[in-house]
């Protein structure tokens, strides 16, 4: 199928459309001029780019293109200083809903976020009431409205994806498990941490990409979806996993604070998603580490 991926430059994009690719669709994928490609040379002739500049008619080259499926994996204001930042979060808004008016798409598939849960200390189905506590939890929770309400009215099948811990190659330096790894390896004597008890179900992004690529094409299946690893770690547990992996002599130090708001088990019930598309967890968190930490090297 064509799909027409956005966010193909960013971490969760990357291994999309590595998933896509090897399942033999046609990915064309929509970046901005200034994004840089995270491909190697092989995979880079696979992708097809399409860069979002005015007066270029990128539009006319998406319809041209004519893509049955959207992936909209692109989203600005992730990291933690964009979260709570209203302007930011809005041009989110109509983003998305300028990319579902792109194409007569057959299919949508949006990813959505466990933040929209708020705090959870326990693990969610999709029924659970949605609580955000941030300004990024209110875009996602308007976009996936605004998605159900013009997918049905045109009739076209579409799926929303609330995604829960991801980790994996190509992540950014920002995120808890890429900078432990670098402080883990770089050599300091100890590092500052909380006290480890919150618990996140980890996934392995590539077995996440291989959950999103298994809705690709599939009929009668519209609805929301929670996408989580089904073993949550502690914190503490996954600090002296990568510590050991790394064979790093390292000393962490719990005297940080939580922070307000702390979730303690973040936990998606993924079943619906099974049930419905099929199984997709499978890489254990210590094989997922050593593939990244190998990535790395």
Request: proline share 4%; hydrophobic share 40%; charged share 20%.
């Amino acid at each position: 199928m064509n799909i027409l991926l956005t966010g193909g430059t960013g971490f969760l994009g990357y291994h999309i459309a590595q998933c896509c690719v090897r399942k033999g669709h046609r990915v064309y994928g929509l970046r901005r001029p200034t994004s840089r490609s995270l491909f190697n040379a092989a995979m880079e002739r696979n992708v097809h780019w399409i860069t979002m500049q005015q007066n270029t008619g990128w539009e006319e080259r998406v319809r041209i293109a004519a893509p049955d499926v959207l992936i909209h994996a692109a989203w600005g204001g992730v990291a933690a200083d964009g979260r709570n930042n209203a302007a930011l979060q809005q041009e989110n808004i109509a983003m998305t809903e300028a990319m579902m008016r792109l194409a007569p798409f057959r299919q949508i598939i949006m990813m959505g976020s466990q933040d929209e849960y708020g705090m959870i200390s326990s693990k969610v189905d999709e029924d659970q009431p949605l609580r955000p506590l941030s300004e990024y939890a209110k875009a996602k929770i308007a976009c996936q409205q605004r998605l159900q309400a013009y997918a049905e009215a045109k009739n076209i099948e579409w799926q929303w994806v609330r995604i829960f811990s991801v980790y994996g190659p190509k992540q950014g330096h920002g995120w808890l498990i890429p900078s432990l790894i670098e402080k883990c390896r770089s050599g300091v004597a100890e590092m500052e941490t909380t006290p480890g008890e919150q618990q996140y179900s980890y996934l392995y992004a590539e077995d996440f990409a291989e959950a999103v690529c298994s809705m690709v094409g599939k009929e009668g299946k519209s609805g929301i979806y929670n996408l989580s690893s089904e073993t949550p770690v502690k914190l503490r547990d996954l600090f002296n996993l990568v510590k050991e992996l790394t064979n790093s002599s390292i000393t962490f130090r719990p005297v940080l604070p939580y922070r307000e708001h702390q979730s303690m088990l973040i936990l998606g019930n993924a079943e619906k998603l099974i049930q419905t598309f099929g199984p997709f967890e499978h890489t254990g968190l210590r094989q997922g580490l050593l593939s990244m930490i190998r990535d790395e090297d």
